[in-house]
């Protein structure tokens, strides 16, 4: 909780500080889908007071159920905001191709699955003290689990599509490959608890009329939910193998944030993975679950020393959106003219920003493009620092650069900003 609330401040004081910074970062086609991640943190925390606080150390009785209840429709709001309101920048704001698609676009949909089960851990504190309001809990928090499973097979529709066409992503989203197992081990795990609380708290004698009275429907619901939960594991199987493989013979990118993408999809998968074998009884499902879980402690430490170290350099946090920005300064290099990149869109001339060490005001020069060419250097690869990473001379693809950035050979991995740039 401090964790989050700590990251919280931090994130407002900054878009408070630069404001500007919150319309490049929400019209981003990558980094505004992280936004989603915000509920699905909060939704941690709820769980967190309920097993916890309430269960574990019986801490502030009924009223700590009803805050945590009270601040899970809270994390609804925020998750269903994410589902329809990110989708809505995609679709208008955002531009997309086939070739560029990834399971990242399933950042804003699944928090509505996580909420889903927040709820129905919420609900199962409930039902102790009001079944009404218990079953009240159980009821949304399957609509939030069917709103979030729905939007994440659309999705995944989509990028199977693209996994057909043009294979798996390029290194630098080659982690991204794990993120399905998120909707499929999160949704899996809470059809099963609402299912489990459908059969408690079914049926209802408060209306006669109602399906909710009708003998057995419980039971009905429970079975239903296992086994949607049961092919959701299915399912996940088959992403999981083909992504594990090809994470393990292709060269992933350096470490970094998205390396955590590893740990929440295959935490929950794998938490599915022990329930069903509880379920059943399975002593194989179980050891299956228990080798996965083992597996993922072991990345989770050594991802949490690697993050804690380069916390400390300084290198962990990237901002994409401000890639194409103006540099405030640049640092004084080795060569008097350097051509960082030669992109332009007109092929008689060329726009170079340039700016002169000690000056904060880059200048944008239009010039005739035999002009541009002659400031090349002869040297194959000169380095700097943009944006805090080192950049190459023969750089054009911003996703490998952001990939590779401490790459040495720039002419094999193509590397660096995306407009021409000089240093005078």
């Known amino acids: ?157 989509i990028y199977t599509h693209r996994l057909l066409l043009h294979g798996f992503p390029s290194a630098g989203l080659a982690v991204s490959i794990f993120l399905p197992l998120g909707p499929f081990g999160q949704g899996g795990y809470g059809l099963l608890l609402v299912g489990d609380l459908y059969r408690r708290l079914l049926p209802q004698s408060t209306s006669a009329d109602s399906i909710l009275a009708e003998p057995g429907f419980g039971i009905a619901l429970q079975a239903i939910t296992f086994v949607f939960a049961f092919m959701l594991w299915v399912i996940g199987i088959w992403f999981l193998i083909p992504a594990t493989v090809a994470l393990s013979t292709s060269r992933g990118p350096p470490f970094g944030l998205p390396y955590w993408g590893l740990i929440f999809p295959s935490g929950v998968y794998t938490l599915l993975t022990i329930q069903l074998g509880t379920k059943i009884n399975s002593t194989f499902i179980h050891v299956i679950g228990t080798i996965y879980a083992l597996a993922i402690f072991c990345m989770f430490t050594v991802i949490s020393f690697k993050t804690i170290k380069q916390l400390r350099s300084g290198k962990m946090f990237h901002a994409p959106c401000l890639d194409d920005q103006p540099l405030a300064s640049v640092d004084a290099i080795q060569k008097d003219d350097i051509e960082l990149s030669a992109r332009t869109p007109n092929v008689n001339t060329a726009t170079t920003t340039v700016v002169t060490p000690g000056d904060t005001t880059p200048r944008t020069i239009v010039e005739p493009q035999e002009e541009a060419s002659a400031r090349q250097l002869d040297s194959e690869t000169v380095k700097r620092t943009w944006w805090g990473k080192p950049v190459y001379e023969e750089s054009s693809d911003l996703e490998e650069w952001l990939a590779f950035p401490d790459s040495a050979d720039a002419s094999t991995h193509n590397t660096g900003p995306s407009r021409s740039m000089y240093v005078m």
Do not use: K
Request: charged share 5%; glycine share 6%; aromatic share 10%.
């Open 1 to 157: 909780m401090v964790l989050f609330v700590a990251m919280t401040a931090m994130t407002a004081a900054r878009y408070s500080m630069f404001p500007q910074i919150w319309s490049l970062m929400i019209h981003h086609p990558v980094q505004s889908l992280f936004l989603g991640c915000i509920p699905m943190a909060l939704a941690t925390i709820i769980n967190g007071l309920i097993i916890e606080g309430h269960q574990t150390w019986n801490l502030g009785g009924n009223a700590l159920v009803y805050a945590a209840w009270g601040l899970w429709w809270f994390d609804a709001a925020l998750s269903l905001l994410s589902n329809f309101a990110i989708f809505h920048l995609m679709v208008t704001r955002h531009a997309h191709e086939l070739p560029t698609t990834s399971a990242v676009w399933l950042l804003p949909v699944v928090p509505s699955v996580v909420a889903g089960t927040s709820g129905a851990i919420v609900a199962g504190a409930l039902v102790d003290i009001s079944e009404s309001h218990a079953l009240l809990a159980t009821m949304a928090a399957s609509f939030m689990l069917a709103v979030g499973l729905l939007m994440s097979f659309f999705i995944l529709a």
